[in-house]
C-alpha cells in the first residue's frame, strides 16, 4: 500500500467512498455521526485544495482514504473528563474510510500519519465501535471527550511515539 495527496480527479472515487463508509457505519450501529450526507462535496474540496486529502493505494486502486495535518485542532483545545497525553505539537486525522476490499487499510493510514508527526491526536463518535477497537488496537490512548463546534460529542484519543 501508499499513501500519496488526493487531486481533484479524486473526488468522484472519495464521494463513492464515503458513500460506502456512512451505509457501514449505520450498519454497525452508527446510523448518525455523518448521516446521509457527510462529508459534503465542498468539505471534500477544500481538503484537497488544503493538500490535507490523502489517498490510500494498492496496485494502482484507491482503497482508503483520509484527512490528515500536522497543527493544532480547534476542537481540541478543551477536552473534558480526562487529559492529553501531553501539549507538544500534534497531527490530526479526520474522515478515515476504505472500500473493505484490503484488510489493515485503516491501521496502515493511522501508521502512516502517525509516521509523519510521531504525536498524533483523533476522536471519534461514541457509537463507532469499529474505529474505538482499531484505536485500541493501534494502541492509542483514550483521554476524554471533546465537543465539535457544533456542540457534538466525541471520544478523544492520542498515541505519541517517544
Known amino acids: 500500500m501508499k ?20 451505509r457501514f457505519m449505520a450498519a454497525h450501529g452508527n446510523p448518525t455521526q455523518w ?3 457527510y462529508p459534503p462535496r465542498t ?5 484537497i485544495a488544503e493538500g ?12 482508503a ?33 476504505s ?4 484488510r489493515g487499510a ?5 501508521d502512516w500519519a502517525l509516521s509523519q508527526c510521531r504525536n498524533l491526536r483523533i476522536d471519534t463518535h461514541r457509537d463507532n465501535r469499529v474505529m474505538q477497537r482499531l484505536l485500541e ?9 471533546i465537543y465539535l463546534e457544533d456542540g457534538s460529542e466525541r471520544i478523544a484519543y492520542q498515541k505519541k511515539i517517544i
Open 3 to 22: 499513501i500519496r495527496k488526493a487531486t481533484p480527479t479524486d473526488l468522484d472515487i472519495l464521494l463513492r467512498l464515503y458513500d460506502n463508509a456512512r
Open 35 to 37: 448521516g446521509t450526507a
Open 43 to 47: 468539505l471534500l474540496e477544500s481538503d
Open 52 to 63: 490535507c486529502s490523502y489517498i490510500c493505494e494498492e496496485q494502482q486502486k484507491v482503497i
Open 65 to 97: 482514504a483520509f484527512y490528515y495535518r500536522f497543527g493544532e485542532e480547534n476542537s481540541y483545545r478543551r477536552i473534558c473528563n480526562g487529559q492529553w497525553l501531553d501539549e507538544s505539537p500534534y497531527g490530526v486525522v479526520h474522515r478515515i474510510t
Open 99 to 102: 472500500d473493505g476490499t484490503i
Open 106 to 110: 485503516g491501521s496502515f493510514c493511522l
Open 137 to 145: 488496537k493501534r494502541q492509542f490512548t483514550r483521554c476524554g471527550i
